[in-house]
Nanobody, 123 residues
Framework: QVQLVESGGGLVQAGGSLRLSCAAS????????MGWFRQASGKEREFVAA????????SYADSVKGRFTISRDNAKNTVYLQMSSLKPEDTAVYYC????????????????WGQGTQVTVSS
């Protein structure tokens, strides 16, 4: 089992920045690819970014490329999502997720999920 706890969400004005963190516990964190997903009210959960166990493979949704940066610190069992130039359409609950080995963009490919953290971007 892997337990994931997100933090860092909040209310920010458009154009602002936030950094989300996801702390993992349980099994060896470095064995897992990590992803960030988001779900806006009334919409399906969508892929945001993902990073391989080594950090050597990173993938972003087109909607966040150039604005968001995913990173991980295996010594701290933590993955981060630095979000800049935030837009009102980035408003959602953000979830981190873990899966063994490779990066995937489909939510159903991830085995473990955190409880989510709310990000609200005001215009």
């Amino acid at each position: 089992q892997v337990q994931l706890v997100e933090s860092g969400g909040g209310l920010v004005q458009a154009g602002g920045s936030l950094r989300l963190s996801c702390a993992a516990s349980g099994r060896t964190f470095s064995n897992y690819a990590m992803g960030w997903f988001r779900q806006a009210s009334g919409k399906e959960r969508e892929f945001v970014a993902a990073i391989s166990w080594s950090g050597g493979t990173i993938s972003y949704a087109d909607s966040v490329k150039g604005r968001f940066t995913i990173s991980r610190d295996n010594a701290k069992n933590t993955v981060y999502l630095q979000m800049s130039s935030l837009k009102p359409e980035d408003t959602a609950v953000y979830y981190c997720a873990a899966r063994v080995f490779h990066v995937e963009v489909t939510p159903t490919q991830y085995e473990y999920w955190g409880q989510g953290t709310q990000v609200t971007v005001s215009s």
